[in-house]
């Protein structure tokens, strides 16, 4: 009888060696950026009024300084070398990143602390050894415990036990200010850089953002990406020009960049959304305005209309529901084809929505239509499956318009209609389907067997 092969051990020495590259390069570059600050003539500050009635609470050295405890533990905790080198590729890019601002944009804190006694005068001490008040915006601070956070609530399961990590999280992130080492502006910038290490680094076995950039060669794509981005610019400009709580304008800011990225490069991969629809919760959060404009614009569009229509039998075609649009159709089995918005969680938790994301207003290739066909036909199983008859699926995306009537075309197209006819009966369910013609090109492409994109 053969022995059972032993499960591979931790990756203590990889883990010790991304630590011996992170302490040293964190110390040096870090202090680099202070000593650069501080040779400046005027290093300004961006500080509220308010702020200067915050409390100094010397005790909440404590949990600032608890941080290095878990940066240091953290990637001797990974079970795998993907998940160490995930996890350090997310501690380096903040790092490299909040330095890089500290280099071009010094910012400078603007009152200083009061005397400090007893046991947290040593750890106050400690940090003024290496850390002078210039290195603000963004909070490194902040970013590495948004990660850490992010790190450390994937291996704790005892409800108890992350109810203490969120409370102990949330007092690193305040100490912050209580120990007067930041101005508020640093807190928000600080989380969004955590934010966009947690989305370009995905700890789950899938292609990491930064290997997965493609530059598109579609026209349509260019274009898109380049009115998100002239939007990203006016918001910021905006927001500079408001200042005070004009400021918050730097999220739709972000927003509208990261979503200029995905239509010049990431693609649809870059909303991380996964095969049942959901989307990742750091994505979730740096997406936040972008889809509150969408879920706004789709509601524009589609409020008169039926929330879905039936296409053929078991088949139907819509707009992404809401829970109580799903339960009244009877709870079918739903196929997502937007990057950008979430099917029902409800739906999903029963195990009855999947998603294959597609960029909004951008034809795919062929072979992405084939993908969205076979879904379909694999959801329909899965209804008949469990009891349903008919196997009734409901396809959507945003607005219901053009890529899940696509897909509908498509699957219609390999079943053996004619393009033209099943384009017709798609429209004559819903007129509204907005399909031009690459869109039909790429569904004529099917049924001539072709694979090949005009032009990505």
């Not at 997965?212 to 400009?237: I, T």
């Not at 969205?372 to 409901?394: M, N, P, T, Y």
Request: aromatic fraction near 12%; charged fraction near 15%; include cysteine.
């Amino acid at each position: 009888m053969s022995a059972r092969p032993r499960p591979p051990g931790r990756p203590w020495k990889r883990a010790a060696a991304w630590l011996a590259l992170l302490g040293p390069l964190f110390y040096l570059s870090y202090g680099l950026a202070n000593w650069w600050a501080g040779t400046r003539a005027h290093v300004p500050s961006v500080v509220f009024d308010w702020e200067r009635g915050m409390p100094f609470w010397a005790w909440t050295i404590f949990p600032y300084w608890s941080i290095n405890a878990f940066y240091a533990l953290s990637p001797f905790l990974a079970r795998t070398k993907h998940l160490v080198d995930r996890h350090a590729a997310r501690l380096l890019t903040a790092q490299l990143i909040a330095v890089s601002c500290f280099a071009l944009w010094p910012l400078h804190f603007s009152f200083g602390q009061p005397e400090v006694s007893g046991a947290p005068a040593f750890l106050f001490n400690a940090l003024r050894g290496f850390d002078q008040p210039y290195n603000q915006a963004p909070s490194l601070h902040i970013a590495l415990a948004v990660i850490l956070w992010d790190w450390y609530r994937r291996l704790i399961h005892a409800r108890w036990a992350r109810a203490v990590l969120h409370v102990w999280a949330l007092a690193i992130c305040g100490s912050v200010l209580t120990t007067y080492q930041h101005h508020f502006i640093d807190i928000p910038t600080g989380a969004l850089l955590g934010l966009v290490c947690v989305w370009l680094w995905p700890l789950e076995r899938q292609v990491a953002l930064p290997r997965a950039w493609r530059l598109a060669r579609d026209p349509q794509r260019l274009k898109l990406a380049g009115f998100y981005g002239v939007g990203a610019a006016l918001c910021l400009a905006l927001a500079l020009w408001l200042g005070g709580a004009g400021l918050w304008l730097a999220w739709p800011t972000a927003s509208l960049a990261l979503v200029a990225l995905n239509y010049l490069g990431f693609g649809a991969r870059g909303f991380a959304m996964d095969s049942q629809g959901r989307m990742a919760w750091a994505a979730r959060w740096l997406y936040a305005p972008y889809r509150a404009g969408a879920a706004i614009n789709a509601w524009l569009w589609t409020r008169r209309l039926p929330a879905s229509v039936e296409v053929a039998p078991g088949l139907r075609l819509g707009r992404l529901p809401s829970t109580a649009e799903w339960q009244a159709a009877g709870r079918p089995h739903l196929l997502s084809l937007s990057a950008e918005l979430q099917p029902p969680a409800r739906a999903r938790q029963a195990g009855r929505a999947r998603g294959l994301p597609l960029l909004d207003l951008v034809v795919p290739p062929p072979g992405r239509l084939r993908r969205a066909a076979a879904l379909i036909e694999a959801q329909r199983r899965r209804a008949q499956a469990q009891g349903a008859a008919s196997g009734e699926v409901w396809v959507c995306c945003a607005l219901g318009f053009s890529r899940s009537a696509a897909a509908l075309i498509a699957l219609l197209v390999l079943q053996g209609r004619a393009p033209q006819a099943a384009e017709a009966l798609v429209r004559a369910a819903r007129p509204q389907v907005v399909l031009r013609e690459r869109w039909l090109a790429a569904l004529a492409a099917l049924s001539s067997g072709a694979e090949e994109h005009p032009r990505r």
